[in-house]
């Protein structure tokens, strides 16, 4: 990647708009995969201001509530990225346990307002 500022996207169910032209006009060069394992190998070879990413709760994994706890695991050990997540408000409780662990720079519910996304991404 170019010296640009780098967003990493990680849609992994999506039903949102694609905001790509919002981070664009934020200064970012955008990149997104589609899943989970596409992202870690992704952060292991490129440096990212920014990682914009979903938490899907998964209620059949015994020992942690979604794949965002395993990114999250790895992202806590790089410097200076930032992650902003959208939720679902309805399992708003399964997200705090998360939240308990791992510090976000912004966190949205559905449906994502565009003007709340546009101010977390320009306060990186």
């Known amino acids: ?28 060069q955008v990149e997104i995969v589609t899943s989970m394992r596409k992202a870690l190998r992704s952060l292991k070879q490129n440096k990212y201001e920014v990682i914009v990413a979903e938490f899907n709760f998964q209620s059949d994994f015994r020992d942690r509530t979604s794949n965002l706890e395993t990114l999250m695991a790895a992202v806590q050990q790089m410097k200076d990225i930032k992650a902003i997540i959208f939720y679902e408000k309805e399992y708003l409780h399964q997200f705090e346990k998360l939240r308990a662990r791992f510090s976000f720079h912004a966190e949205l519910s ?14 990186v």
């Open 1 to 28: 990647m170019n010296k640009n500022k780098s967003l990493l996207v990680i849609t992994e169910l999506g039903g949102y708009p694609d905001f790509s032209e919002l981070y664009t006009a934020s200064g970012y």
């Open 110 to 123: 559905y449906p994502i307002d565009k003007i709340l996304l546009k101010n977390a991404v320009d306060s």
